[in-house]
């Protein structure tokens, strides 16, 4: 490494992680290769005709789509999130005030992260839990709890014992971070009551949550399950979801609905970091959506 950036290379650069995700795709991208270790879609069902016919919006509306758009996410797809996920979510949140649009949940994560975590604080995750995330919790200086999962998901009646625990060891627990459908990597799907009993102690104990859900809406068989958010009545809990698996992982499109206090929070950090998910996707993956092909 070269002295005049080793010398001058920050804490963070220094300690920085690389995602392990992207490390395996210069691994799988090898010829004859087949591998089920990273969650990318088979491109052969990619709806490329069915995302194609949205192009004319291009046409109709390239003075507004090539400039700038807001920080908050293009609001014609933001509407169309709000109602579509009502039924999950328990109540249709406000598009303006309650809901933005990220570059992929990957984004989502790190933007809460920059909202909530100082160095040496402690996030409660399920063990094991998506590396990913993980990465991007600890490249902003988190620590973990993890906690057990069986089928049924995380073992929500161990939370009890580990948060008194660790407060009395000193530990600042900032959020409990969960995948509740199939789960990564364990695949499990959490129970509905223990989607009631996390939420209870999360109002016990003061601790928001965090509700990872790239893969709910890819269900083959059974009914759907209520999410975290929809027990909630305090407005801890926040809901990330993303269109990597139900259209495509090169839309980079996700969503994020919480509180307008944490949404307003991760605005400002988007702003710093970001400016906007590019308008153009976000046109294209509405036109998708209207045209009625997401169902």
Not at 146 to 158: F, S
């Given at each position: 490494m070269s002295k005049i950036w080793e010398a001058n290379f920050s804490y963070n650069a220094?300690?920085?992680?690389?995602?392990?995700?992207?490390?395996?795709?210069?691994?799988?991208?090898?010829?004859g290769m087949i591998s089920f270790a990273g969650g990318m879609p088979a491109p052969e069902i990619f709806p490329i005709d069915e995302f194609y016919e949205g192009v004319h919006i291009l046409k109709d509306d390239g003075k507004n789509l090539l400039q700038y758009g807001t920080t908050e996410g293009y609001l014609p797809l933001k509407e169309f999130l709000a109602e579509w996920t009502a039924p999950r979510m328990g109540r249709a949140v406000s598009p303006t005030e309650e809901m933005i649009i990220t570059t992929g949940s990957q984004q989502a994560l790190d933007l809460f992260s920059w909202a909530m975590v100082d160095r040496g604080d402690y996030v409660i995750t399920e063990d094991p839990s998506y590396l990913a995330a993980l990465t991007t919790f600890y490249n902003h200086g988190a620590r973990f709890i993890?906690?057990?999962?069986?089928?049924?998901?995380?073992?929500?009646?161990?939370l009890p014992e580990a948060i008194e625990r660790a407060r009395k060891e000193g530990k600042n627990i900032k959020f409990i971070y969960t995948i509740v459908n199939f789960h990564n990597p364990g695949g499990s799907t959490m129970s509905i009551a223990r989607r009631k009993k996390l939420v209870e102690f999360s109002h016990k104990y003061n601790i928001p949550i965090f509700e990872d859900d790239p893969y709910g809406y890819v269900r083959y068989d059974g009914e759907h399950l209520p999410s975290i958010f929809s027990f909630d009545s305090q407005g801890?809990?926040?809901?990330?979801?993303?269109?990597?698996k139900i259209l495509s992982p090169g839309s980079r499109v996700g969503w994020v609905a919480g509180s307008k206090d944490i949404i307003r929070k991760m605005t400002v950090f988007k702003q710093a970091t970001a400016l906007c998910t590019s308008t153009i996707t976000q046109a294209l993956v509405a036109e998708y959506c209207r045209n009625g092909y997401l169902d």
């Open positions: 220094v300690n920085v992680r690389p995602s392990p995700i992207r490390e395996m795709l210069s691994v799988i991208k090898q010829p993890g906690i057990p999962t069986d089928r049924n998901g995380m073992q929500v009646d161990l801890g809990v926040v809901y990330a979801g993303s269109f990597s």
